[in-house]
């Protein structure tokens, strides 16, 4: 098996079927494998990765329901793929035409491959005005320091995921992206940007759950910020969140609309959140 792409997946019947067609309709000269680790999901996901599995046999199912979160998945997942390159991918949301090929192709010269993420092929333009647009001509990077890779769209080397570690099941929240790509540069390692591996990316839409997003990214970015301070990387002073707190209230008036609301509940979530993390982390980042 030259290429594993794992997928970690909970409750993700709805959209699911949609990542793993995008999958499976793409052609590539090695052979790969898509490997699903279920996080304890209690809709359709089994029924329907097994329904797949039936169809193809590239189609792997594996019970990661021992733990929680997407990066216990995702740790479950690899160690279960067949293959030592490893590529990783979302449930909900859907990879470019030539992301298998690209990343397969990729890893046979490169230990990390990321690339870029697109956001309006499956998001209302109201909902991209209010979350905002990604370079997809360059790579990220954290203040041009070193370059990020995201956990739903990386291609790396087992032997490079198992001595940095994988990604850090606890204590990140949503910045766990930004820990394992510090990680990778404390390692010497400088991921490869192959502009053909696009994931299209899905933003959350309900005020609801995009207050739980916000919240969850939110708890991470103290120690994130204590990380980079303690490594002498470039990132956020101590008070650089102080204004969204005032933005909160300057925007109350806004949530007569769809997009204020929106707005509102992500900011309020990710101030939320950093608060706990603070709390938590007793690492001073507002």
């Known amino acids: 098996m030259d290429l594993s792409?794992?997928?970690?997946?909970?409750?993700?019947?709805?959209?699911?079927?949609?990542?793993l067609d995008a999958?499976?309709?793409?052609?590539?000269?090695?052979?790969w494998e898509i490997v699903?680790?279920?996080?304890?999901?209690?809709?359709?996901?089994?029924?329907?990765?097994?329904?797949?599995?039936?169809?193809?046999?590239?189609?792997?199912?594996?019970?990661?329901?021992?733990?929680?979160?997407?990066?216990?998945?995702?740790?479950?997942?690899?160690?279960?793929?067949?293959?030592?390159h490893l590529a990783f991918a979302d449930s909900d949301d859907i990879v470019g035409p030539r992301w298998v090929a690209t990343m397969g192709d990729a890893l046979?010269?490169?230990?990390?491959?990321?690339?870029?993420?697109?956001?309006?092929?499956?998001?209302?333009?109201?909902?991209?005005?209010?979350?905002?647009?990604?370079?997809?001509?360059?790579?990220?990077?954290?203040?041009?320091?070193?370059?990020?890779?995201?956990?739903?769209?990386?291609?790396?080397?087992?032997?490079?995921?198992?001595?940095?570690g994988g990604f850090a099941e606890d204590a990140f929240g949503g910045g766990e992206d930004l820990e394992f790509s510090l990680r990778l540069h404390a390692h010497g390692v400088a991921p490869h940007f192959a502009p053909d591996?696009?994931?299209?990316?899905?933003?959350?839409?309900?005020?609801?759950?995009?207050?739980?997003?916000?919240?969850?990214?939110?708890?991470g970015k103290p120690l994130i910020g204590r990380l980079l301070h303690d490594a002498g990387l470039p990132g956020p002073s101590r008070l650089s969140g102080w204004k969204?707190?005032?933005?909160?209230?300057?925007?109350?008036?806004?949530?007569?609309?769809r997009e204020g609301r929106a707005a509102w509940c992500w900011v309020a979530g990710s101030r939320l959140g950093q608060l706990e993390g603070i709390v938590h982390h007793r690492a001073f980042w507002l």
């Open 5 to 19: 792409v794992v997928i970690p997946a909970k409750n993700s019947a709805a959209d699911l079927g949609a990542q």
């Open 23 to 31: 999958l499976l309709d793409q052609a590539w000269s090695g052979e």
């Open 36 to 84: 699903v680790a279920d996080n304890a999901s209690t809709d359709g996901t089994v029924a329907l990765v097994a329904e797949y599995s039936r169809r193809d046999a590239r189609v792997r199912f594996v019970d990661a329901s021992g733990g929680h979160g997407a990066n216990f998945a995702r740790t479950v997942g690899a160690r279960a793929a067949c293959a030592d």
């Open 108 to 164: 046979r010269s490169h230990q990390v491959v990321t690339g870029p993420i697109e956001v309006d092929l499956l998001n209302p333009p109201w909902l991209t005005a209010v979350r905002g647009r990604l370079p997809v001509d360059r790579p990220r990077t954290q203040n041009g320091a070193f370059t990020l890779v995201a956990g739903g769209n990386v291609g790396i080397h087992r032997s490079v995921w198992e001595s940095i």
């Open 197 to 219: 591996a696009i994931l299209h990316y899905r933003y959350r839409s309900e005020p609801r759950a995009l207050f739980r997003q916000g919240r969850f990214y939110g708890r």
């Open 244 to 257: 969204s707190w005032l933005t909160l209230f300057a925007w109350l008036p806004r949530l007569r609309t």
